[in-house]
């Protein structure tokens, strides 16, 4: 178990009930509003404005997040595991080829901050999420950025989004914006289904510190630890009697030689 002081955040606060909800409702507000941005290139001011808006308030949520994020936690995540930076490799690419599809404009610059912090936010939301005792939050904020990663995926499939640029070079080596973007898209969704089912599995178990570490409070692991070595007695018990019980149904009266 992690003895974990909730007061060693990075701003000297943490995150509540209300402070999550409004979180939650602020991220799928900008995403619902990116989804719209990127229908079609902004032609009006009111337009182009909403766009460099969308980007400053996702960059500004990003950054209260990691301010109430554990210090312990955000330490052991970043610092003591590499796939954080593997996530952020692939994250890099698949920006960068959606940007490209989208011709470095308005609506690249509007949907570049939601891709680029959605698998920082994710991954280190467990040094944010951790006091609370069911993970409804961290599952809902999987769920976000996953069907807003599906409906990118859906949107440049069908056309619905309007793209120009079909490749982009790097040190002199062409790369087709459409199925790089696929390929990465793909393969960050299925980490998060991975995360998903995780948290679903093991509700008070840590993902991101690739651990089996428990993080509660002492009475709560002894309360939980307790209840774990009656159930265990309980099912010792129990197979103790059963098999006592089977040896004595067929338990045999004639010595056969």
């Given at each position: 178990m992690l003895d974990i002081d909730r007061r060693k955040t990075l701003s000297g606060v943490y995150l509540d009930d209300r402070g999550a909800i409004a979180f939650l409702l602020s991220l799928t507000a900008l995403h619902v509003g990116c989804g719209y941005l990127l229908l079609h290139e902004p032609k009006t001011d009111a337009e182009k404005t909403a766009c460099a808006s969308l980007a400053l308030l996702t960059l500004f949520l990003y950054f209260v997040f990691i301010a109430v994020s554990n210090r312990q936690l955000l330490f052991r995540i970043l610092c003591r595991s590499s796939i954080a930076y593997v996530k952020l490799y692939m994250c890099i690419i698949e920006t960068f080829a959606l940007v490209s599809m989208l011709n470095w404009k308005f609506r690249a610059l509007c949907v570049a901050p939601l891709l680029l912090s959605s698998q920082f936010t994710v991954f280190t939301s467990d040094s944010v999420f951790y006091h609370f005792q069911k993970k409804t939050?961290?599952?809902?904020?999987?769920?976000?950025?996953?069907?807003?990663?599906?409906?990118?995926?859906?949107?440049?499939?069908?056309?619905?989004?309007?793209?120009?640029?079909?490749?982009?070079?790097?040190?002199?080596?062409?790369?087709?914006?459409?199925?790089?973007?696929?390929?990465?898209?793909?393969?960050?969704?299925?980490?998060?289904?991975?995360?998903?089912?995780?948290?679903?599995?093991?509700?008070?178990?840590?993902?991101?510190?690739?651990?089996?570490?428990?993080?509660?409070?002492?009475?709560?692991?002894?309360?939980?630890?307790?209840?774990?070595?009656?159930?265990?007695?309980?099912?010792?018990?129990?197979?103790?009697?059963?098999?006592?019980?089977?040896?004595?149904?067929?338990?045999?009266?004639?010595?056969?030689?």
């Open positions: 939050y961290t599952v809902t904020l999987i769920v976000i950025f996953l069907a807003f990663r599906i409906y990118l995926l859906v949107s440049v499939r069908y056309h619905t989004i309007d793209t120009t640029q079909t490749y982009f070079t790097i040190a002199s080596i062409n790369f087709f914006n459409t199925g790089t973007f696929f390929s990465k898209s793909l393969s960050l969704s299925l980490f998060l289904v991975a995360q998903l089912i995780f948290h679903m599995r093991h509700p008070r178990q840590l993902f991101a510190i690739r651990t089996c570490y428990t993080v509660m409070q002492n009475r709560e692991w002894f309360l939980y630890d307790r209840e774990k070595r009656v159930k265990r007695k309980e099912t010792l018990t129990d197979c103790v009697r059963s098999t006592h019980d089977h040896i004595m149904a067929n338990q045999c009266t004639e010595l056969i030689v």
